[in-house]
């Protein structure tokens, strides 16, 4: 089935690690987005991507990275992640080659950081 | 830079009654307006969407308004119900570039 896959769903892990969340899509869209949101708030842009080996950052990016070498996949990286990346992680993906469409959301991945 | 504000934050109905969001954006190149749906625990999920050469759009008990010359967007849900409970977020799209979501409304429907 056509989806938006994130993993893992919940994440515990100690100052200072490197951790790296998953992000794939089977719908074969060309743009992809990295959210960050407390639950119920705010959707904060992290990074996005037109394409392969395109990225962009957005509005809260200065913490992480992320790479698209391939269509399905946009992983997102903390390099040392801190008490303050505690937070819910939504992958999205949309088709924008015919204009503009909808927004297809993951699960999300739960981080805290302790 | 480009900006979508959304009102009000927080919006609590009676079981029955008409719920109405509003946006308000900046980016007069904007033209594709979106409505996400996200209930507590889940993902954000389309509920409907009008692109800048219509007015208006309607969907069983949701529609939404659009006027360009404003640049101000309406989400309207009539015959509330507790399972509409949810935070809506409204966003625009300019040409394909980056999207840009309004920081949400908190829709309680009292039964």
């Known amino acids: 089935e056509a989806d938006i896959y994130q993993t893992p769903r919940y994440l515990v892990i100690g100052t200072g690690k490197k951790i790296t969340l998953e992000c794939s899509q089977t719908m074969g869209h060309d743009k992809m987005y990295w959210y960050q949101q407390d639950p119920g708030m705010e959707l904060h842009l992290i990074h996005y991507?037109?394409?392969?080996?395109?990225?962009e950052k957005g509005d809260l990016s200065s913490e992480s990275t992320v790479s698209r070498i391939r269509t399905e996949h946009f992983p997102l990286t903390l390099e040392s992640a801190r008490p303050s990346h505690t937070s819910q992680y939504l992958c999205a993906s949309s088709e924008t080659s015919t204009g503009d469409t909808e927004a297809f959301f993951g699960q999300g991945t739960r981080l805290t950081v302790v | 830079g480009e900006n979508v504000e959304q009102h009000p934050s927080t919006l609590s109905v009676q079981e029955g009654d008409s719920a109405v969001i509003k946006c308000t954006y900046s980016?007069?190149?904007?033209?594709?307006f979106p409505w996400y749906k996200q209930e507590l625990g889940k993902r954000p999920q389309l509920i409907i969407d009008i692109r800048s050469n219509v007015g208006e759009k309607k969907d069983q008990r949701i529609a939404v308004t659009l006027n360009k010359t404003a640049k101000h967007f309406s989400l309207h849900i009539t015959e509330t119900q507790p399972e509409d409970s949810a935070v809506y977020f409204c966003?625009?799209?300019?040409?394909?570039?980056?999207?840009?979501f309004g920081a949400g409304t908190r829709l309680f429907v009292k039964a």
């Open positions: 980016d007069s190149a904007s033209n594709y």
């Open positions: 991507s037109y394409g392969v080996n395109s990225t």
């Open positions: 966003a625009t799209h300019t040409g394909g570039f980056k999207t840009i």
